[in-house]
């Protein structure tokens, strides 16, 4: 409890780190802020013409059921990525000012936060456009997933821009586990094709249910796709991954941070 106190006391330079990542996030481009809605729908362009027409899918509306999915993986993979990097960019500022380190990834995280609920303007958008509509009650649901997703991708920036002091390395090595992760989570295909292919090695399905982005896209696409509630056992599944990933983060950070300052 002392630490949740002490890194609020500093909410203000998270507030101010959050807001200088924003706007320089796509400084002196031509298209500026336009990126954060261009990428996503980029993306799915291309997944779409490969899964709708190359290799064809046949889930109904394919470009709805990977949108959904798609946009919080970015973010996600950003916690893999850009948050592991989040204190070696500041070594400057960990070496010279005290403040509670974790203030780095937090801030890191929420301004990629932000940026996926700009991202989601397009998907609501997109559903509107379409016709297909959402379900007010599911909808009810929305903020909770993106609170235990948020507390999911902190708690792995927290473990991975630690390691990635001591382990420069890492930084490389998580674009790759990104990249094959994304094809191990039902980001661009559904649970169900996954469990039908593995339904003679119960083993393999319980390694595979381990991963903690699983019942978070699953979520996602209950809410938006499907337009139900989300199972129970959905939810529960995300929280207890989410909080327990957050507890281990946490404890690494702390474990680690004390030798930041000579690192860097």
């Known amino acids: 409890m002392e630490r949740i106190k002490e890194i609020y006391n500093y909410r203000q330079m998270i507030f101010r780190l959050v807001r200088k990542d924003l706007r320089g996030r796509y400084k002196g481009s031509v298209l500026g802020f336009f990126w954060t809605f261009l990428n996503p729908l980029l993306q799915l362009l291309v997944y779409t013409m490969v899964f ?3 290799m064809r899918s046949g889930i109904d509306k394919y470009y709805l059921f990977l949108f959904v999915a798609l946009v919080p993986w970015i973010y996600f993979s950003s916690s893999l990525t850009g948050g592991a990097t989040s204190i070696l960019g500041s070594g400057d500022m960990v070496k010279k000012i005290y403040f509670p380190r974790e ?3 937090i801030a890191y995280m929420t301004s990629s936060f932000v940026n996926m609920l700009l991202s989601f303007l397009v998907v609501f958008a997109v559903l509107i456009v379409t016709g297909y509509g959402v379900n007010p009650v599911a909808m009810l649901y929305l903020p909770i997933i993106m609170i235990v ?12 821009s630690a390691l990635t002091v001591y382990l420069r390395d890492l930084a490389y090595i998580l674009s790759i586990i990104a990249m094959a992760w994304q094809f191990l989570t039902p980001v661009m295909y559904s649970q169900e094709m996954v469990l039908d292919a593995l339904a003679s090695y119960p083993t393999l399905v319980r390694i595979w249910n381990l991963n903690p ?11 938006l796709y499907y337009k139900t509630t989300p199972q129970l056992s959905t939810l529960a599944a995300a929280v207890v991954l989410g909080v327990g990933i957050l507890l281990i983060g946490e404890l690494v950070f702390v474990k680690l941070q004390k030798g930041f300052a000579e690192e860097l």
């Not at 997703?149 to 991975?160: D, F, K, N, R, V």
């Not at 982005?213 to 809410?223: E, L, Q, W």
């Open 103 to 105: 203030v780095m990834p």
């Open 52 to 54: 709708s027409v190359i």
């Open 149 to 160: 997703e948020y507390i999911l991708g902190l708690g792995i920036a927290l473990l991975t």
């Open 213 to 223: 982005m699983t019942p978070v896209i699953n979520a996602y696409r209950d809410i």
